[in-house]
C-alpha cells in the first residue's frame, strides 16, 4: 500500500480479554516501530523491529505484552488479559532502512478496555 | 538516555503571525531530526528531516533549523493559517547501530481565523 496501515482503527474490549493489533508497513520498509500514546500524553516506545528481529523489547510494559514480525513485513502486538491502563492509541511506524530515522506513521489504533 | 524537551507546551496565535516552536535534546550524537504534526484523533504527519549535518530544511511555509552543539532545533511557520490548528512533535533518533526514536511530548498550536 502507499502508507502504513493498522488494524483495527479502532477497538473496544472488556477487561480480561486479549487483543491483537496490525500494523503493515510500507513495502520494502525493515525497520518496524510501535508506540503507544495515552491520553494528552507523550509517545511511548514500545519495540522496535529491524526485519523480523526485535533487538529492543523494552518499551514493552508487562509480560502481558508480545509483538512479532513475519516475512519482514506484518507486525501484530497482542496484549493479553488487558487492563483499563491499557486503553491508550498504538502507532505503527515504519522506516526505509536502518540508517535514515525518517519514520512512517499509521493512523494508529484506538483500544478501549471497559 | 536522550530527553527530548518542547516549548511551549501550548500556544494560541491570530491568523497570519509568524511563530516559532522550539526544541531541545540532551545527547548531541544524533542521526537526524524530525517535526510531525498531529491532528486531534489522527497519526503523526512527517513535515521536515533534518540530516546531523544539515542546518535547516524548508517546505512552504515551514523552515526548521538544526543546531546540534546545543541541542536545539526550531520550527518556524510563516503566516500561519487556521489549517495549521494541531499539535507538532520533534523526533531524535541517536546515532549507532539502532535508532531509538525519543519525541517530544508536543506543542499544541491553535490558529485563530
Known amino acids: 500500500g502507499a502508507g502504513v496501515s493498522q488494524s483495527p482503527s479502532n477497538k473496544v474490549t472488556e477487561k480480561g480479554k486479549d487483543v491483537e493489533l496490525r500494523c503493515d508497513p510500507i513495502?520494502?520498509?525493515?525497520?518496524l516501530y510501535w508506540y503507544r500514546q495515552s491520553l494528552g500524553q507523550g509517545l511511548e516506545f514500545l519495540i522496535y523491529?529491524?526485519?523480523?528481529?526485535?533487538?529492543?523489547k523494552s518499551g514493552l510494559p508487562s509480560d502481558r505484552f508480545s509483538a512479532e514480525r513475519t516475512g519482514g513485513s506484518v507486525s501484530t502486538l497482542t496484549i493479553q488479559r488487558t487492563q483499563q491502563e491499557d486503553s491508550a492509541v498504538y502507532l505503527c511506524?515504519?522506516?526505509?532502512?536502518?540508517?535514515?530515522?525518517?519514520?512512517?506513521f499509521g493512523e494508529g489504533s484506538r483500544l478501549t478496555v471497559l | 538516555k536522550q530527553e527530548v524537551t518542547q516549548i511551549p507546551a501550548a500556544l494560541s496565535v491570530p491568523e497570519g503571525e509568524n511563530l516559532v516552536l522550539n526544541c531541545s535534546f540532551t545527547?548531541?550524537?544524533?542521526?537526524?531530526l524530525q517535526w510531525f504534526r498531529q491532528d486531534p484523533g489522527k497519526g503523526l504527519t512527517s513535515l521536515l528531516l533534518?540530516?546531523?549535518?544539515?542546518r535547516e530544511q524548508t517546505s512552504g511555509r515551514l523552515n526548521a533549523s538544526l543546531d546540534k552543539s546545543s541541542g536545539r532545533s526550531t520550527l518556524y511557520i510563516a503566516a500561519s493559517q487556521p489549517g495549521d490548528s494541531a499539535t507538532y512533535l520533534c523526533?531524535?533518533?541517536?546515532?549507532?547501530?539502532?535508532?531509538?526514536?525519543?519525541f517530544g511530548i508536543g506543542t499544541k498550536l491553535q490558529v485563530i481565523p
Open positions: 533534518i540530516q546531523s549535518s544539515q
Open positions: 545527547d548531541s550524537a544524533i542521526y537526524n
Open positions: 523491529f529491524q526485519g523480523n528481529s526485535a533487538p529492543d
Open positions: 511506524a515504519s522506516s526505509p532502512r536502518l540508517g535514515t530515522g525518517e519514520l512512517f
Open positions: 523526533a531524535v533518533p541517536l546515532t549507532g547501530g539502532y535508532q531509538k526514536v525519543t
Open positions: 513495502s520494502g520498509h525493515t525497520a
